[in-house]
């Protein structure tokens, strides 16, 4: 009895003095470069993790495409994550990574390429275009008349409505 007693304190006490094992797992579920300039990104990106709590450090790796030579930028833990850069080369290319520092490793994902405009370039407009019926006053604009739909263009700074060519 009391070996058995003393087995039981054994198991009790090694379970105690056990590390909890943190199995974690992350991976980028989309990530894009928008608000290209001739110095300046915003990246951002979408990043599934199986407990983002374990998360102590994420953010990017921005190098000159080419170059192993990356800059990390930290950013606030979340499922989606944004940076803007304004400190960038003209007429430059760069690849950006997402790192996750997590559970003691750290991982290093695959995020894209981006390209910064020559000076005096002018910057794709950020275009969302949107048919509407308002000379109608109908909501059902999938069975307007194509001489009555406008566009939306909005861009960084202002919206502006175009007459359809």
Not at 20 to 35: G, L, Q, R
Not at 48 to 61: C, K, T
Not at 66 to 85: A, T
Request: with cysteine; aromatic share 8%; net charge negative.
């Amino acid at each position: 009895m009391k070996r058995l007693l003393g087995i039981l304190i054994a198991v009790v006490l090694c379970a105690v003095a056990c590390e909890k094992v943190i199995e974690f797992s992350c991976s980028v579920v989309e990530s894009e470069a928008t608000n290209i300039t001739t110095n300046g990104v915003t990246l951002e990106a979408t990043v599934n993790a199986s407990d983002y709590e374990a998360i102590e450090r994420m953010g990017f790796l921005v190098a000159v495409s080419g170059s192993d030579n990356y800059d990390m930028y930290p950013v606030n833990k979340g499922r989606i994550i944004e940076l803007e850069i304004d400190d960038l080369k003209p007429k430059t290319s760069y690849t950006y990574r997402i790192f996750v520092m997590a559970a003691g490793e750290n991982w290093n994902l695959e995020g894209g390429t981006f390209r910064t405009l020559e000076v005096g370039g002018t910057p794709e407009p950020n275009v969302k275009r949107v048919a509407y019926a308002a000379s109608i006053g109908s909501s059902d604009f999938f069975n307007t008349p194509p001489d009555v739909l406008k566009t939306l263009t909005t861009e960084r700074d202002h919206i502006s409505i175009r007459e359809p060519s």
